[in-house]
């Protein structure tokens, strides 16, 4: 029975990671309509900041939570400026080529001076241990990172489905011509928009830098299962996103538990399942 | 310039000081040229129509003067500032509010979102309680999804959203097509309080019987040019040519 509660928390853990990634995945899609193959390098790039500011500058986790999706964030608007807003009008395939030759020039760069090998990221002393809760053993820093990203992902929902500046994403993803027309500069929104999704996928990797260390390809092996959550959820649907990022992340633990041979397929089976049933995502959206 | 000329000669008879002037606007969609060389003015508190054919150019003129077609040239003055080669957002902020053929309404957005989406642009638009005296429907869907409002209604709320924002004047495109006589009837009514309210009123309309109840000027849009032009009080002397250029 606690291997049982141990792979669920595993699974609510990978949820969490799954959950913020296409998160920022859905929300750079439905404003950009781009699909960000850089987002898995842009994840890692997170974590190796919070390692530079812990290392170089002695800045340490809580800061690094704050200060990485900042710094990545501005890497990712410093991108669109240049590159992804010449694609606009274009088709989803000149998104997906570009965004994909910035992942691998970006994980290329940093795999040249890193190696392959994970650097290590100790947990913050405030987060150390664990509870017993006799069930199972709980990890602190494991359980802070489900609720934290739990939150982060609610208060993204909340931005955008309830707050006026979230009506004016809502209101671009459907005609942005016409919200400039009402006087809103829809070009530095979708910049920021851009910088939010990045952001995000920066947070996850600093959340994950102690779980997992930081290595160049952490983000490469997460995108694809990452794609098949967005893909599963509905692109573009952020409330879509989370609740299949997290119960993905479960299945694949409960999978792993009751057969392990095929944890690491069944995302991309009931992807199949999804696009044969629903092609739209299940709360997508038809076009 | 001909079209220059009839374009001046009502313009002087109004009241008003010159709020638009539009001096040989010529626009593209890609590769195909549709405005030829639009020339006409409209004067503060006015209503002026534009009228033509499908085709004629007459959404496309508005397009233009908003900023959003994406190649075009020629000089459109509002308030003395040339605004040909401003940004569309630019041009809202600058007071120019822009009501769309189909009308724009948000279905991600519900009632309220969708009217208090454009930003409040001057000081002097019309307050939520204002609006809803106007359009009392809005006020009993506020938490409906703006698409699933009748067709009067969503005409409503596009215009509605539009006064919010303190812009003087407006552009507004065949506010009454495909609506029900009576919704017809409401938005004449709107129309007419906005102009006693000071509001100037550039509209775009197929339905000249609707237009002949709330215009001061016409003119008169074809193959992308002005190719005529006169105020409401010439309207019976002009009715046969007018017949002739619509095809009714």
């Known amino acids: ?287 | 310039m001909p079209d220059t000329a009839i374009a001046e000669a009502p313009a002087r008879a109004a009241s008003g000081g010159n709020i638009l002037q539009v001096r040989n606007l010529e626009a593209w969609y890609g590769e195909s040229h549709i405005l030829h060389g639009i020339n006409f003015d409209v004067n503060a508190g006015e209503v002026v129509t534009l009228l033509g054919r499908n085709g004629a150019g007459k959404t496309t003129t508005l397009k233009s003067i908003m900023g959003i077609i994406g190649k075009r040239s020629g000089s459109v003055k509002f308030n003395n500032q040339d605004i040909i080669r401003a940004s569309s957002d630019k041009i809202a902020r600058m007071g120019i509010a822009f009501c769309p053929e189909e009308r724009g309404i948000f279905s991600s957005l519900d009632v309220r979102e969708n009217l208090m989406l454009p930003p409040v642009v001057r000081e002097s638009g019309l307050p939520l309680d204002q609006i809803f005296e106007l359009f009392p429907n809005l006020k009993e869907r506020l938490g409906s999804q703006g698409t699933k409002l009748s067709g009067g209604e969503q005409q409503m709320l596009a215009i509605a959203r539009i006064l919010r924002t303190g812009a003087s004047f407006l552009m507004l495109d065949e506010p009454t097509e495909g609506l029900a006589p009576v919704i017809i009837q409401q938005i004449g009514h709107t129309i007419a309080r906005l102009k006693k309210e000071g509001f100037t009123i550039l509209l775009v309309e197929q339905n000249f019987r609707f237009a002949s109840t709330v215009a001061d000027r016409y003119y008169v849009v074809e193959h992308g040019k002005i190719i005529d032009g006169f105020s409401n009080a010439e309207l019976a002397a002009n009715m046969d040519k007018l017949h002739t250029y619509l095809g009714v």
């Not at chain 1, 002695?58 to 964030?73: K, T």
């Not at chain 1, 931005?159 to 006087?183: H, S």
């Open chain 1, 1 to 287: 029975m606690q291997a049982l509660f141990a792979q669920l928390l595993v699974g609510l853990i990978n949820g969490s990671f799954y959950a913020l990634l296409s998160l920022g995945l859905a929300v750079i899609f439905g404003m950009l309509n781009i699909i960000n193959f850089a987002h898995g390098a842009l994840y890692m790039m997170g974590a190796f900041v919070a390692y530079f500011l812990l290392n170089l500058g002695g800045i340490n986790y809580w800061w690094a939570l704050l200060l990485a999706p900042i710094i990545v964030g501005i890497f990712g608007m410093i991108l669109e400026r240049t590159m992804l807003q010449w694609l606009t009008g274009l088709d989803h395939l000149y998104g997906l080529l570009l965004t994909f030759g910035i992942a691998l020039i970006v994980q290329g760069v940093f795999q040249n001076y890193f190696g392959s090998s994970g650097l290590p990221y100790a947990i913050p002393d405030q987060l150390r241990g664990g509870m017993n809760l006799g069930f199972m053993f709980l990890p602190v820093y494991r359980g802070w990172v489900v609720v934290f990203s739990l939150v982060v992902c609610l208060a993204t929902w909340f931005l955008i489905e309830k707050t006026q500046l979230g009506a004016y994403l809502r209101a671009a993803t459907e005609n942005p011509t016409l919200v400039r027309a009402f006087g809103i500069n829809v070009p530095r929104m979708i910049t920021l928009t851009y910088g939010l999704g990045v952001g995000l996928a920066a947070l996850a990797g600093v959340l994950s830098a102690p779980i997992n260390q930081v290595r160049p390809l952490m983000g490469a092996d997460l995108i694809i299962v990452v794609f098949a959550v967005v893909v599963i959820g509905g692109m573009g649907s952020i409330m879509g996103s989370i609740i299949t990022g997290f119960a993905l992340g479960v299945i694949e633990g409960l999978t792993k538990y009751f057969y392990p041979e095929a944890s690491n397929t069944v995302v991309f089976v009931l992807m199949v399942l999804v696009l044969l049933v629903k092609p739209t995502g299940l709360t997508g959206r038809a076009a």
